[in-house]
Structure formats: C-alpha cells, structure tokens
C-alpha cells in the first residue's frame, strides 16, 4: 500500500487549499483503490472543500476535524491535512452512520457495519473510525461504540479517533464524502494484503501506591472503590471534590485502569475524570471503567509525555528497518490532554519522529478527544480493542 500526505494551512479561500493539496500529490501513483483520510480545523469550510476536491477526485474522502494535527514535517496547529492511501492489493470500504443516540446505537452502528462490509470481497483485517465525543446524557460514549464494532466484527484491530476541536466542545465534526455529523461513526474496512502494526505509547510512569478496585459502576460512571464511594476516595488521597465539573483540574490527573482477561491477559488504559456528583459519591470519566477493574491515579508531567514518544518511535523505526519497504504508511492519535501538557512546547511529540522516518513513509496524525487503538494482552499478546485517553497510538500500514 501507497500513501501521501498533504497540507495546507489555508482554512478559508477552498479554492486555494484544494489547489495547494492537488500540486502536492501530482507525482503520487494511484493504483486500483484509493481513499483519502482529512483532518480540517473546526473554523474549515469542509463542505466547499470536498466539492473542490471530488471535482478531482473520484475516491471517498473520511475523517474529522481537529484541533491540532501531525505531518510527515511535524506540527500543525491548524490547517487541513489530507492521507491518500491506494493500492492494487487491497480492498478499501467506507460507510457512516446517521447521528445516533442512546437509545438507538447499536441498531445505527451495526447497520453501518453490514452495510459497509458487503461492499468488500473478504473480511476486513482493519477498522479505520472516527466519532463524536460524549456531551450530554443521550450521546453515546466511545467505549459502547467501540465493543459493539468489536463484537460484530469478531474482534477485527479497530484504530482512530474521536473528533476534536478547539476545547469548544461543539465545534467538532465527522465526514464521509459529503455526509457531514455530529454524532455519528464513519469507518473504513480494509481487506487484502495488508499486515498492520500497533503502538500503543503510555506516558503514565508515576502513580499513587494505593490502587482501588471498582465494585459498583454503571457505564462510564463509577459509584464505589473498594467500601468507598468514589468521592471519598478522593477526600483520601487528598484530591480536589469542591466542584463539579472537573475535567479541566483532572486532566493532569488521570486514572490508570488495569483489566484482566479470563485466559490470564493483563491490559492497561487511562481514564481522564470528568463530572463528581457530590449526592451519590460517584464519579464519571471520559470512557468506560467496569467493574472488576483495578484503579490507581496517575500523575503527568511534561518531559514524561516527551520521552514516552521517543520510546514508542524507537520501535517504530526499528520495525521500520526490520522490513524495509513494506510499511510505508504511518497513522497516529494522540489526545488534547497531552497537548495541554506539553505546555509551550507544543512540537514536542512530533520531534520523536522527525529525521528517523525512512525516504518513502508518509505519517499523519490528529490531537483527538480520545483514541481507538488496539493493545496487547501480557501473556498470550494478543490485540485488544480498547478506548483511549491520554495515549499516542500509532499503526504502520
């Protein structure tokens, strides 16, 4: 498989960004199927651009917007961004959801995924998404997105993002061609020839010395740690109860889960603590923590989310090196929280790569308010679909 990367940092005259992509990509060889994946700022006229676009190009166009982005060239802080992926021996099919809400989700996501699928010759080995986050009680969290894919799919490695804005919370937008949502998932089936790899980069290296077990939750909320309420643990380990929406004095903060398989696989994640509801105790998170789960609170700080980064391309670029020019196609999700992290030094992330990729390898990645990415069971390694937040995931196709 083939790709490209494109960039613009024009978000209003659409004549003028769609001119400066298409001189971009005039040397790129498309073979027999091709897509194009679009990361546009919030701010971005998405509409004029993919009329602009598919007067050219006669290929879907999915993705998102974002509130900042990753090139083959590093940081963007806004602008559009475009992957063409092509290739003779692969299959692509692309679908999106009407707006779907809880009561009607699993209807919306499976009829999506059936109807996607037919158009393939074969079972898809990738899932390429991308959603809407939770706002209100009736959206759909990413989690409950994400398992029913998983199941329906008998457990295809699923990668994305959900979409982001400039922490407006209402700005933010999924794409399909000209199908614009709110709250919808598009996706992309990939079958044929291709053996993808998964990165999953956790920046959590300290933690408290107490961990917790969740003994009482429902979805993305949890009532009980241990004996405790949820609050009062907190009020133990001297964290801050007073207010009620508390995503932005959390974010620094977040909550490291650890799950365990029946055959004896150990994964780990992070949950980032948005809402306390002071009359039942309980606390919900931005994803879903079930219960069983083993909790403990982690601690972020700058150079961590840095140094983490450059591990996770060290093994990027050794696999890279390992089979030379068989991957040349890099996708990346990284979350918000991470940007707020870095602080001033907002290219910190994309200088773990920059320099070390081989001639020939396109990247392109989104700051998303959350991460879909597959990760590793600790004794039988095998994949785990899993929500994300507070990770940079990375696949090479």
Known sequence: MDS?????????????????????????????????????????????????????WKFPIVGCTAMAMLVTDGFRNLGISVMLLSADDCD??????????????????????????AKLPDK??????????????????????????????????????????????????????????????????????????????????????????????????????????????????????????????????????????PNGDIVEGARTLSYLDHESGAGAFLGDLPEGAILSIGIINRSDVQTSVEAGFDKVVEELKRNEGKYKTILCSTCCARFIALGSNTAAEAEAYLGRLPPGVSLMGIYSYGEYGPVYGSKTHNHYNLFHNFTFSIILL
């Not at 692509?92 to 699928?117: C, M, P, Q």
């Open 4 to 56: 490209i990367v494109a960039y613009t940092e024009e978000i209003d005259d659409m004549d003028q960004a769609a001119s400066e992509i298409f001189e971009q990509v005039k040397n790129f060889t498309f073979h027999r199927q091709t897509i194009g994946i679009v990361f546009v700022d919030e701010e971005t006229d998405y509409s004029g651009l993919y009329r602009k676009l598919s007067e050219k």
């Open 124 to 261: 898809p080995k990738l899932i390429i998404t991308y959603g809407s986050m939770v706002t209100e009680n009736e959206h759909v969290d990413a989690d409950f997105v994400l398992k029913i894919l998983d199941e329906i799919s008998d457990h295809v490695p699923i990668c994305g993002a959900v979409a982001s804005d400039g922490f407006s919370f209402s700005g933010y937008k999924v794409f399909l061609n000209d199908h614009i949502g709110c709250h919808c998932q598009a996706m992309v089936m990939i079958s044929g020839n291709i053996d993808p790899k998964f990165y999953t980069v956790n920046s959590i290296k300290n933690k408290s010395t107490s961990t917790y077990k969740v003994t009482e939750a429902k979805r993305n909320i949890v009532y009980r740690l241990n004996q405790s309420t949820f609050i009062d643990v907190l009020r133990q380990e001297n964290m801050m109860v007073s207010k009620k929406i508390v995503m932005g004095d959390y974010i620094l903060s977040p909550f490291v889960i650890t799950l365990e398989y």
């Open 92 to 117: 692509f099919a692309v679908g999106i959801s009407d707006d779907f809400y809880i009561d009607n989700y699993k209807e919306a996501l499976e009829h999506t995924y059936r109807e996607t699928l």
